[in-house]
């Protein structure tokens, strides 16, 4: 393998940035490099200059798809930063009253814009339904650009540790057991669509969304990019939605229109 220098870590730097929006700091440069040459053993490359001209040369094919794969971090877990979960919760009447079209269409449309392997989706669904029982058409977009992780999300199949998070009455009354672990049951999958997504792209859908949650993501692109980010989802917002962000996350600095509700919560 040859050396990853300073002009290397640019070069993957900028063609992920052009794609993804995905923005690597110079001080994750060591594990932006360790995966970078995972994948090139995968293809059993061991030169810069010849990995960076097979992904240019397939720009847009599965090639690339792949390097995005690699790329990625996926954390997550059921019902993370429960405070979200429990805003809903105990303010199903707020969000009723500012948002009215999710009683008077009797659906609430629900965006989890990176899904990662489906835990906030899934998590979405089980509270809602807990909220609603069948009085509201449940719906969710689950998104994400990781197209492998995606695959492991639309199977519905979790681990027991990754089921630890779960309130056991949730577990039982939501999954089936399977073999090392748990199945989400039929009746929260059919709440879901999952689609490969990226963010960058255009987009504007028919619909807006009740409810978009975006969290732990925008920390991984540029501040340009996140402003722009969250002003598409403001176009996609119905009036009195709600935009959920990662705890981490601000939208101090960034030209808006939202509504401050509480901490990573806002609405248009």
């Known amino acids: 393998m040859d050396e990853f220098t300073d002009i290397y870590f640019k070069k993957y730097c900028d063609l992920l940035y052009k794609r993804t929006g995905i923005f690597v700091k110079e001080n994750k440069k060591e594990t932006f490099k360790l995966k970078i040459e995972k994948s090139m053993r995968k293809l059993n490359i061991h030169n810069h200059d010849e990995y960076l001209l ?3 040369k397939y720009d847009c094919e599965e090639h690339f798809q792949q390097f995005i794969n690699d790329m990625t971090t996926n954390t997550t877990e059921f019902f993370r930063e429960k405070q979200h979960f429990d805003f809903i919760e105990n303010n ?8 009215p079209r999710i009683a008077s269409k009797n659906e609430i449309r ?4 990176a899904s990662s392997s489906g835990q906030e989706a899934v998590s979405l669904a089980i509270l809602f339904r807990e909220c609603f029982g069948n009085r509201i058409n449940i719906k969710i977009l689950a998104t994400d650009i990781d197209s492998e992780i995606l695959s492991k999300a639309v199977k519905g199949i979790y681990s027991y540790s990754e089921c630890k998070d779960i309130p056991e009455e949730f577990l039982y009354k939501y999954f089936d ?3 090392n672990g748990f199945s989400i049951k039929e ?3 059919s709440m879901i669509q999952y689609r490969h997504f990226n963010l960058m792209q255009d987009y ?3 619909k807006g969304f009740d409810i978009i949650f975006c969290r732990n993501v925008m920390i991984y692109f540029s501040n340009p990019i996140q402003e722009m980010l969250i002003n598409k989802f403001y176009n996609n ?5 709600l935009l959920f962000i990662g705890h981490s996350e601000s939208l101090v ?3 808006h229109k939202y509504q401050y509700i509480g901490p990573a919560i806002y609405m248009k």
């Open 92 to 99: 199903i009447p707020f969000i009723m009253k500012n948002n």
């Open 54 to 56: 097979y992904l240019q």
């Open 237 to 241: 917002i119905v009036q009195g939605g």
């Open 204 to 206: 504007n859908f028919k």
């Open 253 to 255: 600095s960034k030209s």
């Open 177 to 179: 057991k399977v073999r």
């Open 187 to 189: 009746e929260i999958r």
């Open 110 to 113: 629900i965006w989890s814009a």
